[in-house]
Structures are given as structure tokens and as C-alpha cells.
């Protein structure tokens, strides 16, 4: 059973820091590999994606990959209490599938 | 691009009686698939189609699921006999063929009384 793995937190963290949300998977055949953001009682919307090893940067957003590792990470930069939500960790090998997320909440 | 489309937004059923969903996915996007999530929880994988072909459906799926996408456009989840512990979110979301994020429609909340 592929799984993905993520601390269900809540992760408080203060306004203006940086938030570190991590993923880990079990299928090293994994190839693409995504973030979610879901505020409660909305459907999850992306973030980033990243195929890649290594970093990348979009905005306030890194996702960092390490396959070696099987190894996923998201950094929020300057946090807002907007980012308080769910942060949804998502691989694919043949189908995607997701963690349980992660609760963020940015501390004013 | 209107987005993903689901339809009803919320059903409220009786325990037994049988519900039907339905998901009208972005129009180029070769990829459907059908998630159920509950509080607390990510969204649980139940099936996905690849146009009109089901590739795989969860083997943690009863068998009183099943889902359609005849001619590979919308597509259909129906739920038979439905139980207490059938409540839940049911997401659908479609993606383009290959490394391709999802896109999201806004879920059917079904509640069975």
C-alpha cells in the first residue's frame, strides 16, 4: 500500500516567520509530487508542483524534493494569517494520492 | 475553462437508498478522478479514469461503488445501499494526460441519515 506520510500538526507559527511543512512517501517510483492548500470547508487548491530534486521557488512558496530521501517539503516565507489552512501533500506515480495534511496556523 | 463542475452540491439520504454524483470535468483534461474526504482527514483515493477507461479503483472500495465516465467527458459515482459511515465529502478533480497538477471541483456533501 503506497502511502504518504504528514504530521497532522496544528503547526503555530508567528506571523512573519517561516513555516516548514514536510512529506515523506513510500514509493520510490514516484515521479511528481504536490502541495494543496484547503481552508475548511473549501476543496484543496495548488500550491506548487515539483518534479525535479532540489528547490523551487514561487513567491513566498519553496518546495523542496529529495528522492533520495523520499522526502517533500514546503516553506512558507514571511507567513500571513491568510496561510492558516490545511497544507496537503499529494505523489504520483500511476494515480496521485495524498497525506492526511498538515493544519498551519499563523500565529498574529 | 469553467472549472471543474460537480452536481449536487449537498444530498441528504436515508440509510439503504441508493445516490448518484456527478462531475463535469475541464474539457481538454484527459484525467478524472473521484476522492472522499472526511474531517481531519486528506482526501481518501477512490478511482480514476484515464478518458472513458477506469485505470484503477480502491481496493479499500466497497462494492456497493461504482463510477462511469461513458465517452470520457462527465462522469458519474453511484453509491448503493448507502450507510452512516458512507457521510463524507466527495470530491472530483481532472488533470491533464502525464505530470499534471488536479484541478478541483467543489465536492458533494452527502450526509446519510
Known amino acids: 500500500q503506497k502511502e504518504v506520510e504528514q504530521n497532522s500538526g496544528p503547526l503555530s507559527v508567528p506571523e512573519g516567520a517561516i513555516a516548514s511543512l514536510n512529506c515523506t512517501y513510500s514509493d520510490r517510483g514516484s515521479q511528481s509530487f504536490f502541495w494543496y492548500r484547503q481552508y475548511s470547508g473549501k476543496s484543496p487548491e495548488l500550491i506548487m508542483f515539483i518534479y525535479s530534486n532540489g528547490d523551487k521557488e514561487d513567491g513566498r512558496f519553496t518546495a523542496q524534493l529529495n528522492k533520495a530521501s523520499q522526502y517533500v517539503s514546503l516553506l512558507i516565507r514571511d507567513s500571513q494569517p491568510s496561510d492558516s489552512a490545511t497544507y496537503l501533500c499529494a505523489v504520483e506515480d500511476d494515480k496521485i494520492i495524498f497525506g492526511k495534511g498538515t493544519r498551519l496556523h499563523i500565529l498574529p | 475553462d469553467t472549472g471543474v463542475s460537480q452536481n449536487p452540491r449537498h444530498k441528504i439520504t436515508k440509510r439503504g437508498q441508493n445516490v448518484t454524483f456527478r462531475c463535469d470535468p475541464i474539457?481538454?483534461?484527459?484525467?478524472l478522478y473521484w476522492y472522499r474526504q472526511t474531517l481531519g482527514q486528506g482526501p481518501e483515493f477512490l478511482t480514476y479514469?484515464?478518458?472513458?477507461?477506469?485505470?484503477?479503483k480502491s481496493r479499500l472500495l466497497s462494492d456497493r461503488f461504482s463510477a462511469e465516465r461513458p465517452k470520457g467527458s462527465f462522469s458519474t459515482l453511484e453509491i448503493q445501499r448507502t450507510e452512516q459511515g458512507d457521510s463524507a465529502m466527495y470530491l472530483c478533480?481532472?488533470?491533464?494526460?502525464?505530470?499534471?497538477?488536479?484541478?478541483f471541483g467543489n465536492g458533494t456533501r452527502l450526509t446519510v441519515t
Open positions: 474539457s481538454e483534461h484527459n484525467r
Open positions: 478533480a481532472s488533470s491533464e494526460q502525464g505530470p499534471s497538477p488536479l484541478h
Open positions: 479514469f484515464q478518458n472513458e477507461a477506469q485505470l484503477e
